[in-house]
């Protein structure tokens, strides 16, 4: 009778976690495919698109973005991704690379920065928009290498702070902060697993796989994108695009997972 | 679960000294940046923008106020709790299981409404045995009502909490549900009666 309880108890306990495991077993198995055969990631598809896309003549200025100058040289697109985001002297602010990718198209292209933060992301079951594509192509060019970034300049070090305070702020009719969801180990929304996102270690793991391919939206999800569907999940209005917020809360992740592998697409649920 | 909570705050407390060093940052010029950031929001948007005084003490400190400021924050909180006019705290159990599962309201995709707001519980908290999709940001409530005898007092400290979490643990990760209007005094009525009935499957 104890026995069968204690079977009962173990079995009511074990539910959920299986419940997780299943789940998460399946997008593992998936990760192990896509490793043995990384060319079938379906966000290499995008990266190709933005390949393609860095080199072909678009806006009013009819120009590519082969001058766009990600931090290491005009057109260096080779391991760029890894030293961001930095300081740049002639805009005179921190970029991520997203940010960084709409200034070239502003300046070198002449897209106007309006319509270019207006409906930056995708639809669900849409293919990640052009900017987006551009950054998955450069991400993966850093593949393989680990997050460099130095962040030491007084702005970089400016926006590592603000991004920090950002992380820890609470806003909102749900009185909901980053730190809500990513200041503990092993918990999870339902049996969506969180990363501790202010602990190195964790941060590590996770923000080299961003931009990542989501399998629940069958699209590229870039991190800015990321960052505004967090404050969509926290009832606050819509981020912009390239916001300071956003580039603070991107310098923080990355000096946070300084030193860890860069590998995207990532592959998320 | 007592022994739980001690840890807890015994821990807060330990950190809250190195979190008051680590705010390094001047909360008027992150309001700025967050004001900048999301500047093109509709006008009836803007105050989600703005903190309350407890959403800036907990932002300051981390979560792990110091034992003043943990008093003062508990205090406000208590005394913004409404009841209902009846002074009925319980209502309909299968009605909360409805609003325990949805995540329904207030995000900028959910307008016009099309529905009630949900309270979101299973996004962190077990509750019934059957679903066993639950969130383990907060804790399991599992037998919750069962455990303590579906005593009066109990009762009422869950209808408290769900009301208004920060008056029983300040800087708690849960949404002030009632006070913000998330929920109606109603829904929390049904919330009450699904972690508190006997009837409810969370005690079954």
Same mark, same amino acid.
């Given at each position: 009778?104890?026995?069968? *309880?204690?079977?009962?108890?173990?079995?009511?306990? &074990? *539910?959920?976690?299986?419940? @997780? !495991?299943?789940?998460?077993?399946?997008?593992?198995?998936?990760?192990?495919?896509?490793?043995?055969?990384?060319?079938?990631?379906?966000?290499?598809?995008?990266?190709?698109?933005?390949?393609?896309?860095?080199?072909?003549?678009?806006?009013?200025n009819?120009?590519?973005l082969?001058?766009? !100058?990600?931090?290491?040289?005009?057109?260096?697109? !080779?391991g760029?991704?890894?030293?961001?985001?930095?300081?740049?002297?002639?805009?005179?602010?921190?970029?991520?690379?997203?940010?960084?990718?709409?200034?070239?198209?502003?300046?070198?292209?002449?897209?106007?920065?309006?319509?270019?933060?207006?409906?930056?992301?995708?639809?669900g079951?849409?293919?990640?928009?052009?900017?987006?594509?551009?950054?998955?192509?450069?991400?993966?060019?850093s593949? &393989?290498?680990?997050?460099?970034?130095?962040?030491?300049?007084? @702005?970089?070090?400016?926006a590592v702070?603000?991004?920090?305070?950002?992380?820890?702020?609470?806003?909102?009719?749900? !009185?909901?902060?980053?730190?809500?969801?990513?200041?503990?180990?092993?918990?999870?929304?339902?049996l969506?697993?969180?990363?501790?996102?202010s602990?190195?270690?964790?941060?590590?793991?996770?923000?080299?796989?961003?931009?990542?391919?989501?399998?629940?939206?069958? @699209?590229?999800?870039?991190?800015?994108?990321?960052?505004?569907?967090?404050?969509?999940?926290?009832?606050?209005?819509?981020?912009?695009m390239g916001?300071?917020?956003?580039?603070?809360?991107?310098?923080?992740?990355t000096?946070?997972?300084?030193?860890?592998?860069?590998?995207?697409?990532?592959?998320?649920? | 679960?007592?022994?739980?909570?001690?840890? $807890?705050?015994?821990?807060?407390?330990?950190?809250?000294?190195?979190?008051?060093?680590?705010?390094? $940052?001047? =909360?008027?010029?992150? +309001?700025?940046?967050?004001?900048?950031?999301?500047?093109?929001?509709?006008?009836?948007?803007?105050p989600?923008?703005?903190?309350?005084?407890?959403?800036?003490?907990?932002?300051?400190?981390?979560?792990?106020?110091?034992?003043?400021?943990?008093?003062?924050?508990?205090?406000?909180?208590?005394?913004l709790?409404?009841?209902?006019?009846?002074?009925k705290l319980?209502?309909?159990?299968?009605?909360?299981?409805?609003?325990?599962?949805?995540?329904?309201?207030?995000?900028?995709?959910?307008?016009?409404?099309?529905?009630?707001?949900?309270?979101?519980?299973?996004?962190?908290?077990?509750?019934?045995?059957?679903? $066993?999709?639950?969130?383990?940001?907060? =804790?399991s /409530?599992?037998?919750?009502?069962?455990?303590?005898?579906?005593?009066?007092?109990?009762?009422?400290?869950?209808?408290?909490?769900?009301? +208004?979490?920060?008056?029983?643990?300040?800087?708690?990760?849960?949404?002030? /549900?009632?006070?913000?209007?998330?929920?109606?005094?109603?829904?929390?009525k049904?919330?009450?009666? /699904?972690?508190?009935?006997?009837?409810?499957?969370?005690?079954?």
């Amino acid at each position: 009778m104890i026995a069968a *309880a204690c079977c009962a108890v173990l079995t009511l306990l &074990g *539910a959920p976690l299986r419940a @997780q !495991d299943d789940a998460e077993k399946a997008v593992e198995k998936y990760r192990q495919m896509l490793k043995e055969d990384p060319w079938s990631n379906p966000g290499l598809l995008d990266s190709d698109r933005g390949e393609a896309l860095w080199t072909t003549a678009a806006g009013p200025n009819k120009a590519t973005l082969e001058k766009c !100058d990600l931090g290491k040289g005009p057109g260096v697109v !080779d391991g760029a991704f890894s030293e961001l985001p930095r300081y740049f002297a002639d805009a005179d602010r921190v970029m991520d690379l997203e940010t960084r990718l709409m200034w070239c198209m502003e300046k070198l292209q002449g897209f106007n920065h309006a319509d270019l933060v207006k409906r930056p992301y995708p639809a669900g079951g849409q293919p990640v928009k052009d900017l987006g594509a551009i950054a998955t192509y450069v991400a993966v060019k850093s593949n &393989g290498l680990k997050f460099a970034a130095k962040l030491d300049k007084p @702005q970089e070090q400016a926006a590592v702070a603000m991004g920090e305070a950002i992380f820890y702020r609470r806003q909102g009719p749900h !009185d909901f902060g980053c730190t809500t969801c990513h200041n503990d180990s092993g918990r999870r929304i339902r049996l969506q697993g969180l990363p501790f996102l202010s602990e190195p270690k964790e941060a590590k793991e996770v923000v080299g796989q961003w931009p990542a391919y989501r399998v629940s939206t069958t @699209q590229v999800m870039t991190m800015q994108h990321r960052l505004y569907d967090c404050y969509w999940q926290m009832r606050m209005p819509e981020l912009e695009m390239g916001s300071d917020v956003s580039v603070a809360l991107i310098s923080y992740l990355t000096k946070n997972a300084s030193g860890g592998e860069i590998a995207t697409p990532g592959l998320k649920r | 679960m007592k022994r739980f909570f001690v840890t $807890v705050a015994a821990c807060c407390f330990a950190v809250s000294a190195q979190a008051q060093e680590k705010a390094k $940052v001047d =909360p008027a010029k992150v +309001d700025a940046e967050i004001a900048k950031a999301f500047a093109a929001a509709p006008a009836d948007w803007k105050p989600r923008l703005d903190q309350d005084e407890t959403m800036k003490q907990c932002s300051l400190y981390r979560n792990a106020p110091p034992k003043n400021v943990a008093e003062e924050i508990q205090k406000r909180e208590r005394a913004l709790i409404k009841y209902p006019a009846d002074g009925k705290l319980t209502g309909d159990w299968a009605s909360g299981e409805k609003i325990a599962q949805s995540g329904y309201g207030l995000r900028f995709t959910d307008y016009p409404a099309r529905q009630a707001n949900g309270g979101n519980c299973y996004a962190c908290h077990q509750l019934s045995k059957a679903e $066993v999709s639950y969130g383990t940001i907060g =804790p399991s /409530l599992l037998n919750y009502g069962k455990n303590r005898n579906f005593s009066e007092a109990d009762t009422k400290a869950v209808y408290d909490k769900i009301y +208004d979490a920060q008056a029983a643990f300040p800087c708690s990760n849960m949404p002030r /549900l009632g006070l913000h209007g998330v929920l109606t005094i109603d829904q929390i009525k049904d919330l009450v009666a /699904l972690v508190m009935s006997p009837d409810s499957p969370v005690n079954k």
